[in-house]
């Protein structure tokens, strides 16, 4: 299915020497997001529902937005194993992280022999709709911290409306946009933070940041671990887009369980590409957002699904 014809193309060309941004706020990348039916990455055949997907549904979808180029490398490249890890989030009984837009990721390599790596990844992330609340929250590492990383993105998802227990998806296709500011670090297996007043001792402005959208937080509130979830990241190369613009996909697999390796519990195809400065080319910007409606029709694809945050989210 195509979305811009006509029009539509005659204001994409003058679009062409334009830029969209954000005056004063810097976003470091943008990430478009689909999930897919996960059923079709079961046990044995991993390996060929990769290959099928990326040959038979995302190359021609590729080739209608991006061009023949990126078709082109994406279909003699495919997509390798790139990441191997365990994944766990940490929330009190109550929600206090999830409830008011936070989330605590715990990240462990594994090795070839699918043994954990002795450190561990910490990320601290806050998500809202609102990108200046997002742009003017602090989670800065403290001094000293590990191998640092602070960033602030956009992550560009489906346009669904969850109604109870179902999602209803829009159509015509549409797309939401949440915005986050995360800070990444590395630390020793023994300290990971285990109650909301630990959090704080690994970022400093912790306190004031969750304070400024909860009314009244127990900061000696424990932090209890979700399951632990068996993830493979495959990824492209990096593609053109437009203008000088590349992007790269991502299709991330999870398993409830560290020694699942049958039934998948979610999957998920995405892109991402970084901005100039917080700068992105309008065609860019248009051929990205193309891409993303023309995905929400593929056969794999599921709109509707609940998101890797939806999953390990609060209970209704």
Wanted: proline share 5%; charged share 30%.
């Amino acid at each position: 299915m195509r979305y811009a014809s006509g029009p539509a193309i005659v204001a994409l060309v003058a679009l062409m020497s334009t830029t969209a941004v954000g005056k004063g706020i810097d976003l470091d990348s943008r990430e478009y997001k689909l999930m897919l039916v996960e059923e079709h990455f079961v046990g044995e055949a991993l390996q060929g529902g990769v290959d099928l997907f990326i040959r038979d549904q995302l190359v021609p979808a590729v080739r209608t937005s991006f061009g023949g180029k990126a078709a082109d490398e994406l279909t003699e490249k495919g997509v390798e194993l790139d990441e191997r890890r365990i994944v766990r989030f940490w929330d009190t009984e109550t929600c206090a992280l999830n409830g008011h837009g936070f989330a605590l990721r715990e990240r462990v390599d594994l090795d070839a022999d699918d043994r954990p790596v002795s450190e561990r990844e910490i990320t601290l992330k806050y998500r809202s709709p609102d990108l200046f609340l997002v742009a003017g929250t602090r989670l800065d590492a403290r001094a000293g911290a590990d191998d640092p990383d602070t960033k602030l993105e956009e992550d560009v998802g489906a346009l669904a409306v969850r109604v109870a227990t179902e999602a209803i998806v829009a159509m015509p296709r549409s797309t939401r946009s949440q915005f986050s500011r995360s800070t990444k670090q590395t630390v020793d297996p023994d300290a990971v933070p285990t109650s909301l007043g630990e959090v704080e001792e690994f970022y400093p402005h912790f306190t004031n940041a969750l304070r400024l959208v909860a009314d009244d937080v127990d900061m000696s509130e424990r932090l209890v671990p979700s399951p632990e979830y068996r993830e493979l990241v495959y990824e492209s190369s990096n593609l053109d887009v437009a203008a000088g613009t590349k992007a790269k996909f991502a299709l991330t697999i999870w398993y409830e369980g560290a020694d699942n390796r049958d039934m998948p519990t979610l999957a998920e195809i995405s892109f991402s590409y970084d901005t100039n400065d917080g700068a992105v080319p309008a065609e860019v910007a248009f051929r990205a957002r193309d891409l993303l409606l023309e995905m929400q029709d593929l056969k794999w694809a599921d709109p509707a699904a609940p998101t890797k945050t939806a999953l390990v989210g609060c209970p209704d």
